[in-house]
C-alpha cells in the first residue's frame, strides 16, 4: 500500500504498537516501528519522524502510548486478564449460538496484542449453546424499542421431545419491554403483555421473529415488580447443622454474613438467612453432610422431593437407609417382620447395632457401611466390628472374610433366604443363634472353631449334623435344636 503522504502514519504506528506491544513489559523501538511501517503500510519515516509521532501519540492520555529510551508501547483500556474473563463469559453464555461465540471472541481477541491467544477459545461446547441465531439481532431490537417507547412483537417457543424450538401459542405476543436482565445463567426480557395486562419474563434465546410495532401506549412502570423478577427470593432464617469439614461448601455458596456455633458430633450449627427455594436445592445436593433444623416448611418440602424420588428411582427395592445421627440401631421401627431389604446403608454415626435389631428380616441381599464410621465396616455383604473383626451382621449374598475371628450373635438370625455359607478357617467362634432359623441345608464346620454357643443352627434344615472336633467347647443347649442332639454329638465324636 502507497501513500502520496503521512499524514496517516500516526494511526499506523499507534496500531502497530497495539498489536506488537500490548503491555508495558514489551517495547519496540524507532528501528523496529520503521520495520513495520514499511513492511505493513509501504510507509518510510526516518527515526526523527518516528519521535514527532510518538510523542504526540503520547500526550494524548486516552490512547495510553508510553516512550521511554528502551523503547515505545501501546496497551488498551482492557488487559490480558480482564478480556480472558469477557472471553470466558461468552464462552459460559448458553444463549449465544456457537457461530457468534466465535465471531464475538475474535473480535475480543482483536482488541489485544498478537501475543494474546487464549486456550479457551477452542473450548466452546455447541451441545450447551443455544440454537437461536437471531438472539443478537432481537437485542439490538429490543433496545431500540425500550429507548425509543414502542411495542414489540414475537412468538415465544419452548423446547418438545424432537428438541427443537415450537411456538408456545399461534398468536404471537404484543409485549411493551421494559428491561433486559441476567438471571441464574440465563438472559431475560422483562416486559408487560398487554392481553394479560401482566408483566412477564422471557428468556431472549426462545424469541424468534421479533418486531418492532406501533408507539406503545404511555405504561406507568412498576420497579418493584421488575425487581420481582430480577431476584425472586424468599428470604427466611435457616438453621443448619453441617459436618465440620463442609463449612467452606456453605461460605463458598451462601457467603460469610453466617453465624456459627459448635454441634455435637464434631458437627456445626450454622444460622443464616436465605432463599428458602435456593437452600432447599443445596440441602438435596449435600443431604450427606447437611440437615436443615429450621424452618419446618423446608424440611417438608425436602421430604416430599426425596419421597418422589424415592418412589421413582427406587420403585419396587425396599431400601433402608439409616439417618445420619443414628448412634444406635435397636429395633428398627420402619422394618416390619417378615419383610425383605434389598440395600441397607449404616452410616458413620452408628457405633451400636444390638442383638435384634433386624431379627426376621428373611432377606439382606445388600449390605454397607459409611467408609468413615470408627466402629464398623463393610466387606463382602458382611458388617464386620473392625476392632475385634467379629462379624456382626450378614445377609443371603454374604461371603465371610478370612480375617473375620467370629460370627457375632444373631448375625445371620433369622435369614431364611441364606441358603449356604462357608465358614472360612481361622474363625474361632460362632455366637449365640448366629444362624438360628436361616435356609441352611447342610454346614461345614472348621476345625479352627473353639466355641459355638446355644441355638447357633438352630431351627433349620440341617440334615447331616457335621463331625466336631472333641476340643471344641459347647456353650449351653440345643446347638442344632434337636432333642436326641446330645448323643448324636457324642457319637460323631
Not at 424468534?208 to 425487581?227: F, L, M, P, R, V
Not at 420403585?315 to 425383605?340: A, R
Not at 480375617?403 to 441364606?418: D, E, H
Request: net charge neutral.
Amino acid at each position: 500500500m502507497s501513500y502520496n503522504s503521512n499524514r496517516l502514519a500516526g494511526l499506523h504506528i499507534y496500531s502497530i504498537l497495539l498489536e506488537h506491544t500490548g503491555d508495558k513489559e514489551h517495547r519496540l523501538t524507532h528501528k523496529q516501528i520503521a520495520y513495520y511501517l514499511k513492511r505493513d503500510y509501504g510507509i518510510e519515516l526516518e527515526r526523527k519522524a518516528i519521535s514527532i509521532y510518538l510523542k504526540e501519540l503520547e500526550a494524548c492520555e486516552e490512547l495510553n502510548v508510553e516512550t521511554t529510551p528502551k523503547g515505545s508501547c501501546a496497551y488498551g483500556k482492557l488487559d490480558d486478564s480482564e478480556l480472558r474473563v469477557l472471553i470466558d463469559s461468552v464462552l459460559s453464555s448458553k444463549f449465544i449460538d456457537k457461530k457468534r461465540s466465535h465471531e464475538l471472541i475474535q473480535k475480543l481477541c482483536s482488541l489485544s496484542h498478537e501475543r494474546f491467544k487464549p486456550k479457551s477459545i477452542y473450548s466452546i461446547d455447541s451441545t450447551v449453546k443455544s440454537e437461536n441465531k437471531s438472539l443478537l439481532s432481537n437485542v439490538d431490537l429490543i433496545v431500540e424499542a425500550i429507548d425509543k417507547g414502542k411495542k414489540i412483537k414475537f412468538i415465544y417457543n419452548n423446547y418438545e421431545a424432537d428438541k427443537k424450538l415450537h411456538p408456545i401459542s399461534d398468536t404471537p405476543f404484543v409485549v411493551i419491554p421494559y428491561q433486559l436482565f441476567m438471571s441464574d445463567g440465563k438472559y431475560y426480557l422483562f416486559g408487560l403483555v398487554e392481553t394479560e395486562k401482566n408483566y412477564f419474563k422471557f428468556e431472549l434465546d426462545k424469541i424468534t421473529a421479533c418486531n418492532i410495532i406501533e408507539k406503545s401506549a404511555e405504561a406507568q412502570i412498576n420497579y418493584t415488580d421488575i425487581y420481582a423478577f430480577v431476584e425472586p427470593k424468599e428470604l427466611v432464617n435457616i438453621k443448619m447443622k453441617v459436618e465440620a469439614y463442609a463449612i467452606n461448601d456453605v461460605i463458598t455458596y451462601f457467603g460469610k454474613d453466617i453465624s456459627i456455633a459448635p454441634s455435637d458430633d464434631n458437627s456445626l450449627e450454622v444460622r443464616f438467612e436465605a432463599d428458602l427455594n435456593e437452600v432447599c436445592h443445596w440441602a438435596l445436593r449435600h443431604g450427606d453432610i447437611a440437615e436443615i433444623i429450621f424452618p419446618n416448611e423446608a424440611r417438608q418440602k425436602i421430604s416430599k422431593i426425596i419421597s418422589r424420588m424415592n418412589t421413582a428411582y427406587i420403585k419396587n427395592e425396599k431400601q433402608v437407609i439409616i439417618p445420619n445421627g443414628t448412634t444406635e440401631i435397636s429395633k428398627w421401627n420402619d422394618l416390619n417382620d417378615g419383610f425383605d431389604i434389598d440395600y441397607l446403608f449404616i452410616p458413620k454415626s452408628v457405633v451400636k447395632i444390638n442383638l435384634r435389631a433386624f431379627y426376621g428380616k428373611n432377606s439382606i441381599a445388600k449390605i454397607e457401611v459409611d467408609k468413615d464410621n470408627p466402629i464398623f465396616h463393610s466387606c463382602n455383604n458382611c458388617i464386620i466390628e473392625t476392632k475385634t473383626n467379629i462379624l456382626v451382621l450378614g445377609g443371603e449374598n454374604s461371603i465371610i472374610p478370612e480375617y473375620v475371628t467370629k460370627i457375632g450373635k444373631s448375625a445371620f438370625n433369622g435369614r431364611g433366604a441364606l441358603k449356604s455359607i462357608e465358614i472360612p478357617d481361622g474363625v474361632l467362634e460362632i455366637g449365640y443363634k448366629a444362624f438360628c432359623e436361616t435356609g441352611l441345608k447342610e454346614i461345614k464346620i472348621p476345625k479352627s472353631v473353639k466355641v459355638i454357643d446355644s441355638f447357633a443352627f438352630a431351627l433349620c434344615d440341617i440334615k447331616n449334623i457335621p463331625s466336631l472336633d472333641e476340643q471344641l467347647e459347647i456353650k449351653g443347649q440345643g446347638i442344632f435344636a434337636d432333642i436326641n442332639e446330645a448323643k448324636r454329638i457324642r457319637k460323631n465324636k
